[in-house]
T-cell receptor
């Protein structure tokens, strides 16, 4: 059974550009969460979506946005890229998104480099 | 109150030894404490998790000890093996009151098990 998949694997952009990252959850999972992992740090929560509705938002600027599609896949969009946006972007899926023992399964991430 | 503090930052253990990683939290609303293991180029994977109604949970060579009054929890890896060499993250979340999937991660511990 396929795990969480993310695309692209790696991405290089320049400051001011826009980027779209994609995530496909595990089959049957209805919740997708996005995390940013800066090198040498733990992942930081950006968004959670469940049944196409935003359920949670972390402390990130409005340049970050996301959406979830009817097939439960998700996109993370970042506008006006800054050097500090360089990070590994992780997508995690879970069955119902209620936290706790509703285990989150992480994808391999998209490595974004902003020059 | 949202932080989870993790120590040590790095750890070197001989094969067969015990690896111990510690975490502390402040927010008493947290009620779910997972540990994640991350290999280079991979997303974090759930290793073991505990809820605050128990003081210890063991799965194979991995044990979580939980001290609710001190707001601390730790991961013990018994009989450490070179294949355990990875970065370990503690995390915390809450699972009631319309909770989200938001995990608060520690800063990570890079474990190297020497043969």
């Amino acid at each position: 059974d396929a795990g969480v998949t993310q695309s692209p694997t790696h991405l290089i952009k320049t400051r001011g550009q826009h980027v779209t990252l994609r995530c496909s959850p595990i089959s049957g999972h209805k919740s997708v969460s996005w995390y940013q992992q800066v090198l040498g740090q733990g992942p930081q929560f950006i968004f959670q979506y469940y049944e196409k509705e935003e359920r949670g938002r972390g402390n990130f600027p409005d340049r970050f946005s996301a959406r979830q599609f009817p097939n439960y896949s998700s996109e993370l969009n970042v506008n006006a890229l800054l050097l500090g946006d360089s990070a590994l972007y992780l997508c995690a899926s879970s069955l119902v998104g209620t936290g706790g023992t509703d285990t989150q399964y992480f994808g391999p991430g998209t490595r974004l480099t902003v020059l | 109150q949202q932080q989870v503090k993790q120590s040590p930052q790095s750890l070197i253990v001989q094969k067969g030894g015990i690896s111990i990683i510690n975490c502390a939290y402040e927010n008493t609303a947290f009620d779910y404490f997972p540990w994640y293991q991350q290999f280079p180029g991979k997303g974090p994977a759930l290793l073991i998790a505990i809820r605050p109604d128990v003081s210890e949970k063991k799965e194979g060579r991995f044990t979580i000890s939980f001290n609710k009054s001190a707001k601390q929890f730790s991961l013990h890896i018994m009989d450490s093996q070179p294949g355990d060499s990875a970065t370990y993250f503690c995390a915390a979340s809450r699972s009631y009151g319309g909770a989200t999937n938001k995990l608060i991660f520690g800063t990570g511990t890079l474990l190297a098990v020497q043969p």
